[in-house]
């Protein structure tokens, strides 16, 4: 008979191990929007003296009786007021010394809001949107996070539809053109880019124009229903 395993308890292994389950474990929201043709991200200013006059990415410490995914929507609720909106987990960084009270590992999720369409409970005097080409420094590792979730959005937005959560239900092809040029920070030929827009066939023909504007008007059109995207990521 083959050797019985030497089985031990939960509580056995948690005393045996005690440093190890002493490891915080939080959750980083990079919320990403769009307005005035910037992309931006909101950020709130550190409370800690470690990190005086730095802002930081919007997170908390997930809780004893919660999961991550419950962590990164309450955080989104309680900074912005808003409960169905795109939201990607990203990636998982756990280098020692990021925090400066003890080992805290973190899971990064971003959102894409609309902020011209939804109003924000934001009530906090130190919460505010900032340009995400202008940000050079910010508290902990969150400017590796931004960049690390940027990098996800940039890599995705011409195979999937989720840069339209940034954008009102109506908007021009020279709108959408803006977006992605301040995602990916590059000017793009205008022929070009709606040649690859019209392939990935996402877009409806609204019927209706533009109005109230200097310039000549365009098309307006919407994203097909079939491709829209709320709640969490489940691409591969």
Same mark, same amino acid.
């Given at each position: ?163 339209? $959560? &940034? ?5 021009? *092809?020279?709108? +959408?053109? #803006?977006? =992605? ?6 000017? /793009? ?22 109005? $109230? &504007? ?5 098309? *307006?059109?919407? +994203?097909? #229903?079939? =491709? ?6 489940? /691409?591969?």
């Amino acid at each position: 008979m083959p050797n019985e395993l030497n089985l031990k308890t939960a509580a056995l292994e948690k005393i045996s191990h005690l440093d190890y389950f002493n490891i915080a474990i939080s959750v980083d929201c990079v919320i990403f929007g769009y307005d005035n043709k910037e992309l931006n991200v909101l950020l709130i200013k550190s409370d800690l003296e470690e990190f005086s006059g730095l802002y930081s990415l919007l997170g908390d410490l997930v809780r004893p009786d919660e999961d991550l995914e419950r962590a990164s929507y309450r955080v989104l609720e309680d900074r912005t007021g808003m409960e169905d909106v795109y939201l990607e987990q990203v990636h998982t960084f756990g280098t020692t010394g990021r925090h400066p009270s003890g080992r805290v590992i973190t899971t990064a999720y971003y959102s894409l809001i609309d902020v011209t369409h939804h109003k924000f409970n934001l009530n906090h005097n130190d919460l505010h949107w900032h340009a995400v080409k202008d940000i050079k420094k910010l508290a902990f590792d969150h400017k590796l996070i931004l960049n690390t979730c940027l990098q996800r959005l940039r890599s995705q937005i011409m195979e999937h539809p989720v840069v339209f $959560n &940034l954008l009102q239900d109506k908007f021009s *092809l020279r709108e +959408l053109q #803006e977006l =992605y040029e301040a995602i990916l920070d590059v000017k /793009l030929d205008r022929r070009n880019f709606r040649k690859k827009i019209a392939v990935k066939d996402w877009l409806q023909d609204l019927n209706e124009m533009e109005t $109230n &504007l200097s310039h000549r008007p365009g098309k *307006l059109y919407g +994203l097909k #229903e079939q =491709y829209k995207i709320k709640g969490t990521n489940t /691409l591969a």
